[in-house]
């Protein structure tokens, strides 16, 4: 008896154990089991980013963590460059990593560098409206060694300006005349030498004078300290003295207050009479000097006029 042979079962066999032996081939070339899978990270630089080529390395304090995926121009800033990583999962991305490009040795080649992430920073986590993480970025050694120069010529310039300026051809004559007139007076202390060897040595005995005239004026110093205690002393004595006569001359004027009440109306009627007496004297001196003889004889009468009639005596 002969035995047949399904042969479209046979074929539809041989092409699934020929596209299952492609498919584990496949899996175990991509990495089977052990694949690595890689998160997405976003990172904006404000410098040019020559040298950064697509698959770069990633590295993390100098472990290759991933790869630059992309590298595209803002489409609303064309300032800023926009680099995609792709960095394996779990590589601690905290919020305070930051980014900078690098150069390896003298080929020029660039990738980029994590660094920093402390502990107690949280996790780096995509912020609406951006699609992915952010890693803040740093200027690279080269930007800031640009910034550096570009100061330092700066400052170059300025200074050139500043030596320019001041090596001006009026600056330059004013600076020829001043070295003239310092070579002028330098040759006239030189044609004194001797005039002012003099005058130092007297200057040298006047301070020495004078110290021994200070050294003589302590002892003076120290006695006009001791009057000027004395003064103080007598001064506080007087100061005493002054308040015992303020008090005598408060009583003082007491007193006088009352003897002015009571003399004063007596003092008043004295001159009244006596001012009478005056005007009689005066009358009476007016009199003698018309009639001396009237102080001697008395008073005569006066004649009768005419057609008057005596009276008898």
């Known amino acids: 008896m002969e035995n047949k042979v399904n042969l479209p079962l046979v074929g539809a066999f041989v092409l699934v154990l020929a596209a299952v032996l492609l498919a584990g081939i496949l899996w175990l070339a991509s990495g ?34 991933g790869k630059v995926r992309q590298i595209t121009l803002d489409a609303n800033n064309p300032q800023h460059v926009t680099l995609l990583f792709e960095i394996e999962r779990g590589t601690p991305i905290k919020e305070n990593t930051v980014a900078i490009l ?28 951006n699609r992915y993480p952010v890693i803040q970025t740093r200027p690279s050694l080269a930007a800031r060694l640009e910034n550096v120069l570009t100061t330092l ?6 200074t050139s300006s500043g030596i320019n300026a001041f090596l001006s051809e009026g600056n330059r004559t004013a600076f020829t005349s001043a070295m003239a007139d310092i070579a002028a007076v330098a040759r006239t202390v030189a044609a004194r030498n001797a005039l002012i060897d003099r005058g130092i040595v007297d200057a040298a005995r006047t301070l020495g004078n004078s110290a021994q005239a200070s050294a003589r004026l302590d002892p003076v110093l120290e006695r006009v300290g001791r009057s000027a205690d004395a003064v103080e002393k007598m001064g506080d004595s007087v100061a005493l003295t002054s308040t015992s006569a303020g008090k005598t001359i408060d009583t003082v004027g007491a007193d006088v207050k009352r003897i002015s009440a009571q003399t004063l109306p007596e003092l008043e009627r004295l001159m009244g009479e006596l001012s009478a ?3 009689s004297l005066r009358r009476l001196s007016e009199q003698t000097e018309r009639d001396p003889r009237g102080l001697l004889f008395g008073r005569k009468p006066v004649p009768l006029g005419p057609g008057e009639v005596g009276s008898a005596p």
């Open 153 to 158: 010529l700066a400052k170059l310039d300025d």
């Open 277 to 279: 007496l005056s005007g």
């Open 102 to 129: 690098k150069t390896q040795g003298l080929t020029g080649i660039a990738y980029v560098e994590l660094s920093g992430g402390t502990a107690e920073s949280p996790m780096l986590r995509a912020v609406p409206p």
């Open 32 to 65: 089977g089991a052990f694949r690595t899978h890689y998160d997405l990270y976003q990172a904006m630089e404000d410098e040019s980013v020559a040298g950064l080529n697509l698959n770069a390395p990633v590295k993390y304090n100098g472990v290759d963590v």
